[in-house]
């Protein structure tokens, strides 16, 4: 199975400030489609995952402009530009380019 | 507004079959992959498998032996069947629906529902 790695796995930040976690791959995403699947999801605490980016930077309906996917190959990062409360849960990085499709081990966002 | 709902015994013994069903309201079955993942503190969150309003299954390889994946659209409802549960299994199962076959994950998801499996 792919193994995908967060850092950190757990991130403090103070309201306001910008946030960035990291996740790789132990292989390459890019499907023989030419599609990279690497998606987001949000937990917030005590609710369903929440799907926020899909396909490395496309961001769901409804999913605040200040939340961004960027990267290529097996190196991604979702970043908040500057967080806010309703921020705060755990992050998990998904590939869905390998079956069986994985997650990375999640990073939990806290407010300092 | 799409929901699923699991539901299920939240007791299995060991050795026995886990068995959980999930209502789809809101929006048509037709056409879109129905998912199982799991979530447990040990493995956290695990893809059992998914089926397509067709019928098609495909299987988490580490599960396969042990998983069922049906789905009756007369009833917009989708089950799962795990057999022979031991302790490993113990964990917050949710269904969820995904828009192709393609892995973008799900975008709708049940509020889940935390099976444990002891004697």
């Known amino acids: 199975d792919i193994v995908m790695t967060q850092s950190p796995l757990s991130l403090p930040v103070t309201l306001g400030q910008p946030a960035s976690i990291s996740c790789r791959s132990n292989?390459?995403?890019?499907?023989?489609?030419?599609?990279?699947?690497l998606n987001w999801f949000q937990q917030r605490p005590g609710q369903s995952p929440r799907r926020l980016i899909y396909?490395?930077?496309n961001r769901d309906s409804g999913v605040p402009g200040r939340f961004s996917g960027s990267g290529s190959g097996i190196d991604f990062t979702l970043k908040i530009s500057r967080v806010e409360a309703e921020d705060v849960g755990v992050y998990y990085c998904?590939?869905?380019?390998?079956?069986?499709?994985?997650f990375g081990q999640g990073t939990k966002v806290e407010i300092k | 507004q799409v929901q699923l709902q699991e539901s299920g015994p939240g007791l299995v013994k060991p050795s026995e079959t886990l068995s959980l069903s999930c209502t789809v309201s809101?929006?048509?079955?037709?056409?879109?992959?129905f998912i199982w993942i799991r979530q447990s503190p040990e493995k956290g969150l695990e893809w059992i498998g998914y089926?397509?309003?067709?019928?098609?299954?495909n299987f988490n390889p580490s599960l396969k032996s042990r998983v069922t994946i049906s789905l009756d659209t007369s009833n917009n409802q989708l089950s799962l069947n795990l057999t022979s549960v031991t302790a490993a299994d113990t964990a917050v199962y949710y269904c969820?629906?995904?828009?192709?076959?393609?892995?973008?994950?799900?975008?709708?998801w049940g509020q889940g529902t935390l099976v444990t499996v002891s004697a």
């Open positions: 809101g929006g048509s079955i037709n056409s879109y992959y």
């Open positions: 292989e390459s995403l890019v499907d023989s489609d030419g599609n990279t699947y």
């Open positions: 089926i397509y309003s067709s019928g098609s299954t």
């Open positions: 969820a629906r995904q828009p192709t076959r393609r892995g973008i994950g799900p975008d709708y």
């Open positions: 396909k490395v930077s």
């Open positions: 998904m590939q869905g380019t390998h079956w069986p499709w994985t």
